[in-house]
């Protein structure tokens, strides 16, 4: 069965960077994308971005693009997700989750990791 | 403030049945675009209910169905449980955005 198995929580200090990892078992990592969502305390769901697991292409939230890369490594059929200058507000739970392309075009997220908590405190 | 729009709670009794609604714009749910929906139970990652506007994965019960029309979509639950209470989300892509777009959640209370 398909799975994603993210990293542990972090705790980082505000301007620093997390890298937040997610290994993924049981079907083909090329062939299919990643995508990352993140939930604040007590919020909804953001999403972050979308990488592909073939290719590498990436996709970025226009509000954390240039703060955000998303990379693979298909040798262990891991993605990452890194995000820098942080800052209180990116406090949250971090999801990553196997995106398939939706008939109607746009992606639908049918497997998820089990999230990583990144807090933010001075 | 969500690219899709949803009401914050919703409630009924066992047994009756909720819509939950999604509403969109031209840009997203009116662009042809589909809708998805996610059931997330307290303390755990989402987990897909519905994709495509209607397709329910494999293992969703059949209480769960899903509509779009136009710019709104909707969630229906028949023959509510105590194990639906949960959070619902509704997802799609916006052009405009340029990516995927979350509504901002509808609580559903079990009474």
């Known amino acids: 069965q398909v799975q994603l198995a993210q990293s542990g929580a972090e705790v980082k200090k505000p301007g620093a960077s997390v890298k937040v990892s997610c290994k993924a078992s049981g079907y083909t990592f090329t062939s299919y994308g990643i995508t990352w969502v993140r939930q604040a305390p007590g919020q909804g769901l953001e999403w972050m971005g979308w990488i592909s697991g073939y290719n590498g292409d990436t996709d970025y939230a226009q509000k954390i693009q240039g703060r955000v890369t998303m990379t693979t490594d298909t040798s262990t059929s891991t993605a990452y997700m890194e995000l820098r200058s942080l800052r209180s507000d990116d406090t949250a739970v971090y999801y990553c989750?196997?995106?398939?392309?939706?008939?109607?075009?746009?992606?639908?997220?049918?497997?998820w990791g089990q999230g990583t908590l990144v807090t933010v405190s001075s | 403030q969500s690219v899709l729009t949803q009401a914050p709670s919703v409630s009924g009794a066992p047994g009756q049945r909720v819509t939950i609604t999604c509403t969109g714009s031209?840009?997203?749910?009116?662009?042809?675009?589909?809708v998805h929906w996610y059931q997330q139970l307290p303390g755990t990652a989402p987990k897909v209910l519905i994709y495509?506007?209607?397709n329910r994965p494999s293992g969703v019960p059949d209480r769960f169905s899903g509509s779009k029309s136009g710019t709104s979509a909707s969630l229906v639950i028949t023959g509510l449980q105590a194990e639906d209470e949960a959070v619902y989300y509704c997802?799609?892509?916006?052009?405009?955005?340029?990516?995927?777009?979350f509504g901002g959640g509808t609580k559903l209370t079990v009474l």
């Open positions: 495509g506007n209607n």
């Open positions: 989750a196997r995106a398939l392309v939706a008939a109607g075009n746009g992606f639908y997220f049918d497997s």
């Open positions: 031209s840009s997203n749910l009116g662009d042809n675009y589909d």
């Open positions: 997802q799609s892509y916006d052009f405009n955005v340029r990516g995927s777009v």
